[in-house]
Each structure stands twice: as C-alpha cells, then as structure tokens.
C-alpha cells in the first residue's frame, strides 16, 4: 500500500522568505502523480502543484515548485517570497495513473504553515 | 476542471440523528470520492461512488453507517447515520480528472 510521510507538523515562515516543506512517499509503482494541496481555514481543498513521476522536470507554479527526487521518493514543496496568505495546512498526496478518474488520493498528515510579518 | 457544491456546509446535529450531505458537480464523471477529515487530522477516504453501483467502502467504514447514493453522474448523497460525538469531522467530496477537486467540506458537530 501507498504511504505518505509529512514529517513537519509545523512550520513558520517570515513574510517575503522561502520555506520547504518536506513529503515522502513509499510506492512499488514506477508511474504515479504527486500533489501538494492547500486547505486555509475555509476548509476548501486547494491543488498548488502537481508533478507526474514519468517527468523529470520539476513542476513549477508561479512562487510555488518543487523538487522531486524519484529514487529517493522525495517530493518537497518550496515557496518563494512568503505571502500572508499563504497560511494554510498544507497536504501532500500520491495518486496513481487513471484515465476513468477512479483512483483516490493517499493524503500525508499535513504540515502547517504560518507567516509571521 | 470540475466545479462542486457540496451542501450543507456545516450543521450541530443531536446524537443518534442522521444527516444527508449533498454534492453536484458541473460535470458528468465517472468516480465520485468522500472523504472525511477528523479535527486537526488528515483526509481519510470513506468510500467510492460509481454510477449505478454500490459504493466501494474503505476499511474502517461500513455501509450501514455511511449510506452513500449515486443517482446519476452529477450528483451523489452521504449520510451519516445514528451519529454520536466521535463523527464530528469534515466531509468532503471530490472528482477527479487529471487533478482532484474538491468540494467546500461540510464540517458536522455532533452534540
């Protein structure tokens, strides 16, 4: 079974700064996706990046990018120049491959983030 | 992408009642997932909605408890049943295409 490991319960960040979170993921599959999500206190699941594992390039969205190490099933998520309402939990997932949307999402036990101004 | 609207968005229920939480999506699609979210916890899936099937349930959650219906591909019920304080969570619905979305969540209190 797929696992997913955020090892950082909390993390706290200065405004304009660069934060990583970390994720890792246990897996015997050799395609898959990976996704970060970002739930303010809205409680509305939010995807920030997606990375599928056949493609070596880093996903970059904006401020928002990550670095994906396959062999070492490593999947952190860096922000750049911290705004306040980047505040949020932030979960990492794995998925695998779908083409009928029949695959559910094994969610890590989140990390959250604060900005302090 | 896929818009949803989950209803209600949240409600204080009496132990031993049953509440039916709705979700519509903008789309017709294939699965439809629940997932629930206990306090300061992660997302855990409660089970898989196929059209004109019975829902899949994961381990830990059985069909007498969460009732699930699936009418037709836009719409589909999960109804906590007979509740006691412990299933006090978020519920949240969600599709997936080539991402998951989500809907609001319906944050449950049971008194």
């Known amino acids: 079974a797929q696992t997913v490991t955020q090892s950082q319960p909390e993390m706290s960040v200065q405004e304009a700064e660069t934060v990583t979170l970390s994720c890792t993921y246990d897996?015997?599959?050799?395609?898959?996706?990976l996704f970060w999500y970002k739930q303010p206190p809205s409680r509305q699941m939010i995807l920030v990046i997606r990375?599928?594992?056949?493609?070596?390039q880093n996903a970059t969205e904006n401020r928002f990018s990550v670095n994906f190490q396959k062999a070492a099933k490593s999947f952190s998520l860096k922000i750049s120049d911290s705004q306040l309402g980047d505040a949020a939990m932030y979960f990492c997932a794995y998925r695998r491959p779908t083409n009928f949307g029949n695959e559910k999402l094994t969610f890590g036990t989140g990390t959250r983030l604060t900005i302090i101004p | 992408s896929a818009v949803i609207s989950q209803k209600p968005s949240r409600d204080i229920c009496q132990r031993g009642t049953s509440l039916t939480i709705q979700c519509q999506v903008d789309s017709q699609v294939t699965m439809m997932f629940w997932y629930r979210q206990q306090p300061g916890q992660s997302l855990t899936l409660i089970a898989t909605?196929?059209?004109?099937?019975?829902?899949?349930?994961e381990s830990g959650f059985v069909i007498d408890k969460f009732p699930i219906s699936r009418p037709n591909l836009t719409f589909s019920t999960l109804t906590v049943s007979n509740m006691s304080p412990e299933d006090s969570s978020i519920y949240l619905c969600?599709?997936?295409?080539?991402?998951?979305?989500f809907g609001q969540g319906t944050r449950l209190t049971v008194v």
């Open positions: 969600s599709v997936d295409a080539t991402e998951a979305f």
């Open positions: 909605a196929n059209q004109g099937s019975e829902a899949t349930y």
């Open positions: 897996t015997s599959e050799s395609d898959y996706y």
């Open positions: 990375q599928e594992a056949y493609k070596q």
